[in-house]
């Protein structure tokens, strides 16, 4: 099993650029969830989807989207970056309430 | 007043020490707890769950203490390896049940 993967490891953008974070897990779970991770801040909830077929904003969704493309996927997209994009981002999943986290590897982002 | 509130550290231990780190929550109704490390530009993993009744996993032991909304963890004889960051983690109850971080505490575990 992949777990949790996520693409790109690395993007470089300039202000105003879009682009798609790609997750997909393969333990079936229910629950997929976007992070970003900025020094000081710890780990801050962007979007979360609870099951498929929905997405809900978490603690920072300014200036995101999500789609969860099916049970396995669950994308990140930024429409016209800033610079206070420039982030960590972690893309996790779990199966269920209460259940611990999974997380993918990291994309690490930076916007000029 | 933070959700979920760490001591940064940073603690700087000598091998075999033992090192205790605390976590406060905000939010009585929590269910779920958890203690994550991270190591530098890793992805958090999952060192243990926290159970009502204290668990231990090897040299590591986490307790919950419901009524003062407090959760520790214990590392007997500290490693070099067990060098990096821990963070307390909580669920939430709105935002579908989601973790909810804490900024970290930094351990280094010196020779």
């Known amino acids: 099993n992949a777990g949790v993967t996520q693409t790109p490891k690395f993007q470089v953008l300039k202000t105003g650029q879009s682009m798609t974070l790609q997750c997909a897990q393969d333990m079936n779970h229910n629950s997929m969830y976007w992070y970003r991770q900025d020094p000081g801040m710890g780990l801050r909830l962007i979007y979360y989807s609870a099951s498929e077929g929905t997405t809900d904003k978490g603690e920072v969704p300014n200036g995101y989207n999500v789609s969860r493309l099916n049970k396995r996927e669950f994308s990140l997209r930024l429409e016209s970056a800033a610079p206070s994009q420039t982030s960590v981002y972690f893309c996790a999943s779990r199966t269920g309430n209460n259940e611990k986290l999974f997380f993918g590897s990291g994309t690490q982002l930076s916007v000029l | 007043r933070k959700e979920v509130e760490q001591d940064p550290g940073p603690f700087n231990v000598p091998e075999g020490a033992t090192v205790a780190f605390n976590c406060t929550y905000s939010?009585?109704?929590?269910?779920?707890f958890f203690w994550y490390r991270q190591d530098c530009r890793k992805e958090p993993k999952l060192l243990m769950s926290v159970y009502s009744s204290g668990n231990e996993d090897g040299r590591f032991t986490a307790q919950l203490n419901r009524a003062s909304q407090y959760i520790s963890l214990l590392i007997r004889d500290s490693k070099l390896s067990d060098s990096a960051t821990y963070l307390c983690v909580v669920s939430r109850l709105n935002s579908g049940y989601a973790l909810n971080f804490g900024k970290g505490t930094s351990l280094l575990v010196t020779p």
């Open positions: 939010n009585s109704a929590s269910q779920s």
